[in-house]
């Protein structure tokens, strides 16, 4: 007849004080009859009785005690405010971001803390935030075709260049990348977001264009330019036909701009701008498929937004070392920091326009842009829902006439 998992506790408890002190013949005979009684494999057995020795005897009816709980509600609730606002970010990015991002949020008013609560809440880890997150994480939880097609003609004339070959300390030279709106079907034009990222700050633009026409992604290529708070040294591209013309070619020629492309099938070459792709693009307005006016204006509308919320209030990490131990790779990353800190960390912006760049930042509400951001992705659904229906509702008229 099996034991139950109380008599094989008692047991177990009771032999293992004998166990202890026993021979190692002695041990065998023991392990042998626990086996016998129990039905544990003999590691196991073995493991329980060297447990059970060591842990200290507790008085008959004595209750474990827990430890009391540092982060209760009152902590917990303003951290989640915070944790939404900042995009929801992980608890590594977040933690070292908090104190920036609560003054920020009581410049204007959006939350209001005890010396207490400020106290624990700034205090708190990285892991802890993670813990104390999980279950909102878990409540707010389709890849995409490349349209890219080479453009050849100019390709011999414009230099290859790879991941390693960046300075990745001087400000200026930034990859740029087309991600299509297509939402899974390439016919006909649809809207395109040109991603612009710079490779030492982080810094990064967005602009939506009609289609993948030269003449549109050139002028939004100018109007990023003239928004930048540094001058254009270098510009990265993929292969595409819209980069790779006569016209950017020219341009960059004239006012001394170093242009390069990646080498073909190699997104690693253009890694920094890759990921903005996911984190600042597809992570904001998705897969679906955008190819109307009201659209592309509603993009711009929320990419104006969005520049000012990723720039100024997402901290970012960067790759600074890589050891490798046999198949094992450890990477080393920086502490989280916004591209606007970056700049001002690296000497990139003269006195005028740093003065002029902190005045925007402290006039910016961090939860205010939040909002901004969050109503007009509501239009964007709002929009491409209505201009399906109305699709539905042609294809059923042409299909009963």
Excluded at 38 to 66: I, V, W
Excluded at 99 to 128: C, D, F, N, W, Y
Excluded at 363 to 387: D, G, M, Y
Aim: with cysteine; glycine share 6%.
């Amino acid at each position: 007849m099996a034991l139950s998992m109380a008599t094989r506790k008692q047991v177990t408890k009771e032999m293992a004080q004998r166990y202890v002190r026993a021979r190692k013949r002695e041990r065998g005979r023991m392990l042998d009859e626990l086996c016998a009684l129990t039905g544990y494999n003999r590691s196991y057995a073995a493991r329980l009785l060297r447990l059970r020795a060591r842990a200290p005897a507790r008085p008959a009816g004595a209750r474990r005690r827990d430890r009391g709980r540092i982060y209760g509600p009152e902590t917990r609730e303003p951290l989640r405010k915070c944790w939404a606002v900042a995009g929801g970010i992980c608890g590594k990015r977040l933690a070292p971001f908090l104190p920036e991002l609560v003054a920020a949020l009581e410049r204007h008013q959006e939350i209001e803390l005890s010396g207490e609560q400020r106290e624990k809440l700034l205090a708190v880890s990285a892991a802890t935030i993670d813990r104390l997150l999980a279950g909102a994480r878990r409540r707010a939880s389709l890849r995409g075709t490349s349209g890219t097609k080479p453009g050849s003609l100019l390709r011999s004339q414009i230099p290859v260049r790879t991941f390693a070959e960046w300075d990745h300390t001087r400000v200026g030279f930034v990859e740029v990348d087309l991600v299509g709106h297509d939402g899974g079907s390439s016919r006909g034009d649809y809207c395109q977001s040109l991603d612009l990222t710079d490779v030492a700050s982080g810094w990064t633009e967005v602009r939506a264009v009609a289609n993948k026409a030269q003449r549109w992604c050139f002028e939004a290529l100018q109007l990023i330019e003239h928004r930048l708070p540094f001058a254009l040294l270098g510009l990265d591209s993929d292969n595409g036909s819209e980069f790779i013309n006569a016209q950017l070619a020219r341009y960059c020629s004239e006012h001394q701009i170093s242009f390069t492309r990646s080498r073909p099938y190699r997104k690693n070459d253009n890694c920094y701008v890759e990921q903005k792709n996911w984190t600042v693009v597809r992570r904001t307005v998705g897969w679906a498929r955008y190819d109307t006016a009201a659209e592309l204006a509603t993009l711009n509308r929320l990419y104006e937004v969005l520049r000012l919320y990723v720039n100024y209030f997402q901290p970012q990490v960067k790759l600074i070392a890589k050891e490798r131990s046999g198949a094992r790779v450890r990477k080393h990353y920086d502490a989280p920091t916004t591209p606007y800190r970056r700049l001002l960390a690296l000497g990139a912006l003269t006195p005028p326009l740093a003065r002029r760049l902190e005045e925007e930042y402290l006039a910016l509400n961090p939860a205010a842009l939040r909002r901004q951001i969050t109503h007009l992705q509501r239009r964007l659904v709002e929009l491409s829902s209505l201009k399906e229906a109305t699709r539905r509702k042609e294809v059923q008229a042409s299909a009963s006439s």
